[in-house]
């Protein structure tokens, strides 16, 4: 006859705990621990689970799209626009210093599911900062309203930019304004 399979639940510790470990369990029903798992760790039936065995298990059911997104939190996805992009000349621009545009094609992906790449965040952070411009300045830019807090939040916080039209015109935005040094 096939072996059932074992239950490890709160009842199967608690016993045992009670027969291997009567001291601990007296300690359990007096209240002494937050809950019974606590009361398993300490009596070593149960292995406590450490931040990166969540991490793990997290992982292990995270869609590809949120594995993603967490590279780019992390700073490890591959940026698809490289800082070593090609250039073609620019401007003169004040003290006679010469500057080169990035050759960075509207359509080149500075995201990825929404989710703005570091390298992206990089350049838009350099225009702004070059032209002295903040967010909002960028939106109206755009063709959108000014209050509109999705860019911060997607530079500063890291959180998705929904609307494709506004990553389109992100994109479009970029190629225009950006200078490299």
């Given amino acids: 006859m096939p072996k059932s399979a074992q239950t490890r639940s709160n009842k199967y510790f608690l016993d045992r705990l009670r027969r291997e470990q009567p001291t601990i369990f007296a300690d359990f029903k007096a209240g002494k621990f937050k809950n019974a798992t606590e009361a398993f760790e300490v009596a070593g039936l149960r292995k406590k689970r450490s931040a990166l065995d969540a991490l793990r298990s997290a992982w292990k059911k995270a869609t590809t799209v949120e594995k993603a997104a967490f590279r780019l939190d992390i700073g490890c996805a591959s940026v698809v626009v490289p800082s070593s992009a090609p250039v073609v000349p620019g401007r003169v621009r004040a003290g006679s210093v010469t500057k080169k545009r990035a050759a960075v094609s509207s359509t080149s992906t500075i995201h990825a599911d929404g ?4 390298d992206a965040v ?8 070059r032209r ?7 939106m109206r830019e755009i063709g959108h ?4 807090p999705s860019l911060g939040m997607a530079i500063n ?3 998705r930019i929904h609307d494709p039209a506004t990553l389109k015109e992100l994109a479009k935005w970029l190629a225009h304004n950006f200078v490299e040094e």
């Fill in 145 to 148: 309203n000014a209050l509109n």
């Fill in 132 to 138: 002295k411009i903040g967010t909002g300045t960028v």
């Fill in 157 to 159: 916080q890291g959180l």
């Fill in 115 to 118: 989710y703005l790449t570091p």
């Fill in 122 to 129: 990089k350049r838009m952070k350099g225009a702004m900062a």
